[in-house]
């Protein structure tokens, strides 16, 4: 059985700044990523990033993607895509192909790399970045082709060049909601409008404006009743809501589109993370059931780290933080520590705190808080 | 805590009145200005670096509105295309001919074309009246955030933000 130091799942920004970390310090590193391409929500992202310098506020995540990939290449990350890993058990994962052969992930450049259907892999340090996953909303109609995650549309749309649809509704006023609408109106598409069934836009003020200049309507308290179509959506059904949630009579309005997207929050893949046997804590604020971890990201299975969406649904910029903290953590427990490390630990917890502040991000920062505390009396003492 | 925008989905006059990085009408008058039309507390600050004049500034924490130093921005228009946001907008009253120029940030194909009859319109994207291309901006430092500029009658300045988008034939 091959032996590593330290198994990545997930090549998104937490499992690629963790691997990174991971190989700088002398780790043996493997990343393992189901998509055909590595780089998870960055290679969708292309949208100019907020925050600041360090974080690469002002650059498109796309960029971010081929600059990490670059990097782990770079310090000898092996980067395995179009492989899942579907279980984990005594540090060995077990890893078998996404696709078929003749599937066209396959036949891309950085084609899976698994020698084998099946592969197992014993690795002494294991950090999960599963990312996130978009949370469904049931309605009827629900089942039609048409209705898809906005995640779903943006991948068609940014990664593969298939606008999902010509007249769209978006049903979430999220900063996904509102990110997708834009990049959709970029690919193309007419925005119908982008509802939102609470009395306010959840996302950012300025994603929201630029779609209101572009001429997109908003619309607070709505909800969409039925999507309608013989073979596909067709039309869809919103009405507005009242203070209790309910529908108000009347209020019923028909919109003629052909596709739904659905931006309705994201919850932690915590999957394999659960399958793993890693404790998990419900934590709203960060999306739901999390992985219970410590300050230095490791789980209640002593050796298995977390990071990213996994550990709490946040942004792009958090993740690369999380993924560095967790690969420098995990290398340090094997012995493989770099001169300055704890300070480069204090640096990371000192951005993670910036980028936690403001009245957007504070009650992440606290359920965080919350979640490391629990992590702090059920993981492993360092 | 802004109201406004979070209903709208852009801000009320009176939030952009109470937001440090919209100038004053007095500076609006002397020329060329930066409009920072961000007026939540966000953390982003890649305004603050954009200005080779140090006229805007976020400092610490990261969350901070950014403030414009409207005595010390020249309006050179570096800073538009550099917010992620797109929300930071070149205003000139002093155009000339009863015009004003308005520049913004324009991310969409086809790119319109200098002269170009344009549809001008208002944050909410109505129509306000036609305008006319001045320049288009796309060089290195735009990394694709093209910046194009009108020309419209000076009275609609203030709540002109963009243009209807060019649909390609089909």
Redesign the interface.
Same mark, same amino acid.
């Given at each position: 059985m091959r032996e590593v130091d330290l198994a990545v799942v997930g090549a998104g920004p937490a499992g690629l700044t963790a691997a990174i970390e991971g190989a700088k310090r002398g780790c043996t590193t493997l990343v393992f990523d189901m998509n055909p391409l590595p780089g998870g929500q960055l290679i969708k992202q292309i949208h100019k990033f907020f925050g600041s310098r360090e974080h690469r506020a002002g650059t498109r995540g796309i960029k971010i993607a081929a600059e990490l990939l670059h990097q782990a290449e770079s310090e000898k990350v092996e980067v395995m895509v179009g492989v899942e890993v579907y279980a984990i058990h005594d540090n060995i994962l077990e890893v078998a192909r996404t696709f078929a052969e003749d599937s066209p992930g396959s036949s891309l450049k950085q084609e899976a790399t698994l020698p084998s259907r099946h592969l197992a892999i014993a690795a002494r340090r294991i950090i999960l970045a599963t990312g996130g996953a978009e949370n469904a909303l049931n309605f009827p109609g629900w089942t039609l082709p048409g209705v898809m995650g906005a995640g779903a549309a943006q991948t068609m749309s940014n990664v593969w060049r298939v606008l999902p649809g010509e007249r769209i509704l978006m049903v979430g006023a999220g900063n996904v909601g509102l990110i997708v609408s834009y990049q959709l109106l970029q690919g193309g598409a007419e925005i119908t409008a982008v509802i939102e069934a609470t009395q306010k836009i959840g996302g950012y003020g300025v994603h929201a404006a630029k779609i209101r200049r572009a001429g997109v309507p908003i619309l607070t308290s709505h909800t969409i009743l039925r999507a309608e179509g013989d073979l596909r959506v067709e039309k869809a059904v919103i009405a507005r809501v009242d203070a209790s949630w309910q529908p108000v009579p009347g209020s019923e309005q028909e919109l003629g589109v052909d596709t739904i997207c659905i931006a309705v929050g994201l919850r932690p893949n915590t999957r394999l993370a659960s399958l793993a046997g890693c404790n998990l804590h419900c934590s709203p604020r960060l999306g739901g059931w999390v992985p219970i971890h410590n300050s230095r990201m490791e789980t209640t299975i002593p050796g298995t780290y977390v990071a990213g969406d996994l550990s709490g649904v946040e942004e792009a910029s958090t993740a690369l933080e999380e993924g560095r903290l967790a690969g420098i953590c995990a290398a340090s427990s094997l012995g493989k520590s770099a001169p300055g490390d704890d300070k480069e630990i204090a640096a990371i917890e000192e951005r993670l705190i910036s980028l936690r502040s403001g009245p957007f991000c504070q009650p992440r920062q606290d359920a965080k808080q919350e979640l490391i505390e629990i992590g702090e009396v059920q993981c492993r003492k360092q | 805590?802004?109201q406004a !925008? #979070? $209903?709208? =989905? @852009?801000?009320s006059p009176q939030e952009l009145e109470n937001a440090p990085g919209y100038p004053s009408p007095e500076r609006l008058e002397k020329g060329p200005v930066a409009v920072i +039309?961000?007026?939540? +507390?966000?953390?982003?600050?890649?305004c603050e670096?954009?200005c080779p004049q140090h006229a805007i500034t976020i400092g #610490?924490? $990261? /969350?901070n509105r950014p403030h414009l130093d409207e005595d010390k921005c020249i309006g050179c228009g570096l800073c538009v295309a550099?917010c992620? =946001? &797109?929300?930071i907008f070149l205003v000139d009253l002093t155009y000339g001919k009863g015009k004003a120029s308005v520049a913004f940030p324009y +991310? @969409? &194909?086809p790119l319109p074309e200098k002269e170009q009859t344009v549809q001008a !319109?208002?944050?909410? =994207? +109505?129509p306000v009246c036609p305008g006319t291309v001045i320049m288009v901006q796309n060089s290195k430092v735009n990394?694709? /955030?093209p910046v194009v500029t009108i020309a419209v009658p000076r009275e609609y300045a203030s709540e002109i933000? =963009?243009i209807?988008?060019i649909r #390609?034939e089909r």
């Amino acid at each position: 059985m091959r032996e590593v130091d330290l198994a990545v799942v997930g090549a998104g920004p937490a499992g690629l700044t963790a691997a990174i970390e991971g190989a700088k310090r002398g780790c043996t590193t493997l990343v393992f990523d189901m998509n055909p391409l590595p780089g998870g929500q960055l290679i969708k992202q292309i949208h100019k990033f907020f925050g600041s310098r360090e974080h690469r506020a002002g650059t498109r995540g796309i960029k971010i993607a081929a600059e990490l990939l670059h990097q782990a290449e770079s310090e000898k990350v092996e980067v395995m895509v179009g492989v899942e890993v579907y279980a984990i058990h005594d540090n060995i994962l077990e890893v078998a192909r996404t696709f078929a052969e003749d599937s066209p992930g396959s036949s891309l450049k950085q084609e899976a790399t698994l020698p084998s259907r099946h592969l197992a892999i014993a690795a002494r340090r294991i950090i999960l970045a599963t990312g996130g996953a978009e949370n469904a909303l049931n309605f009827p109609g629900w089942t039609l082709p048409g209705v898809m995650g906005a995640g779903a549309a943006q991948t068609m749309s940014n990664v593969w060049r298939v606008l999902p649809g010509e007249r769209i509704l978006m049903v979430g006023a999220g900063n996904v909601g509102l990110i997708v609408s834009y990049q959709l109106l970029q690919g193309g598409a007419e925005i119908t409008a982008v509802i939102e069934a609470t009395q306010k836009i959840g996302g950012y003020g300025v994603h929201a404006a630029k779609i209101r200049r572009a001429g997109v309507p908003i619309l607070t308290s709505h909800t969409i009743l039925r999507a309608e179509g013989d073979l596909r959506v067709e039309k869809a059904v919103i009405a507005r809501v009242d203070a209790s949630w309910q529908p108000v009579p009347g209020s019923e309005q028909e919109l003629g589109v052909d596709t739904i997207c659905i931006a309705v929050g994201l919850r932690p893949n915590t999957r394999l993370a659960s399958l793993a046997g890693c404790n998990l804590h419900c934590s709203p604020r960060l999306g739901g059931w999390v992985p219970i971890h410590n300050s230095r990201m490791e789980t209640t299975i002593p050796g298995t780290y977390v990071a990213g969406d996994l550990s709490g649904v946040e942004e792009a910029s958090t993740a690369l933080e999380e993924g560095r903290l967790a690969g420098i953590c995990a290398a340090s427990s094997l012995g493989k520590s770099a001169p300055g490390d704890d300070k480069e630990i204090a640096a990371i917890e000192e951005r993670l705190i910036s980028l936690r502040s403001g009245p957007f991000c504070q009650p992440r920062q606290d359920a965080k808080q919350e979640l490391i505390e629990i992590g702090e009396v059920q993981c492993r003492k360092q | 805590m802004s109201q406004a !925008v #979070k $209903i709208r =989905g @852009y801000p009320s006059p009176q939030e952009l009145e109470n937001a440090p990085g919209y100038p004053s009408p007095e500076r609006l008058e002397k020329g060329p200005v930066a409009v920072i +039309e961000c007026i939540e +507390e966000i953390p982003c600050n890649p305004c603050e670096q954009a200005c080779p004049q140090h006229a805007i500034t976020i400092g #610490k924490p $990261i /969350t901070n509105r950014p403030h414009l130093d409207e005595d010390k921005c020249i309006g050179c228009g570096l800073c538009v295309a550099r917010c992620p =946001g &797109l929300a930071i907008f070149l205003v000139d009253l002093t155009y000339g001919k009863g015009k004003a120029s308005v520049a913004f940030p324009y +991310e @969409y &194909l086809p790119l319109p074309e200098k002269e170009q009859t344009v549809q001008a !319109v208002n944050r909410a =994207g +109505e129509p306000v009246c036609p305008g006319t291309v001045i320049m288009v901006q796309n060089s290195k430092v735009n990394d694709q /955030t093209p910046v194009v500029t009108i020309a419209v009658p000076r009275e609609y300045a203030s709540e002109i933000r =963009g243009i209807a988008r060019i649909r #390609k034939e089909r």
